[in-house]
Nanobody
Framework: VQLQASGGGLVQAGGSLRLSCAAS????????MGWFRQAPGKEREFVAA????????YYADSVKGRFTISRDNVKNTVYLQMNSLKPEDTAVYYC??????????????????WGQGTQVTVSS
């Protein structure tokens, strides 16, 4: 399984970015895909997840109402649309995949595959 994240950048507070995670190497219909982030000096934290089959989503409270996770079955790509960005959203963002069906298990250790990170910087 290979995950390729992209779409990070520098944006002003209140702005938007869309991250993409292209997945390859397996059939992902039974997977859960997630986004995590890690700010300097902090632990990696859960942001959002989506069950590939059915599209059920789950968000961290800190991003609920501002971020939207979605997937494109044809392109095998998961997206994270980030609106109303805040300086505290600044972090390296990682996409991840896990082979079980448990959407609400959101620990780093619950995920099996990781992409490389993409930097998101929000200026005040």
């Amino acid at each position: 399984v290979q995950l390729q994240a992209s779409g990070g950048g520098l944006v002003q507070a209140g702005g938007s970015l869309r991250l993409s995670c292209a997945a390859s190497g397996r059939t992902f219909s039974s997977y859960v895909m997630g986004w995590f982030r890690q700010a300097p000096g902090k632990e990696r934290e859960f942001v959002a997840a989506i069950r590939w089959s059915g599209g059920i989503t789950y968000y961290a409270d800190s991003v609920k109402g501002r971020f939207t996770i979605s997937r494109d079955n044809v392109k095998n790509t998961v997206y994270l649309q980030m609106n109303s960005l805040k300086p505290e959203d600044t972090a390296v963002y990682y996409c991840a995949a896990k082979t079980d069906f448990y959407l609400y298990r959101r620990g780093v250790d619950d995920y099996d595959y990781w992409g490389q990170g993409t930097q998101v910087t929000v200026s005040s």
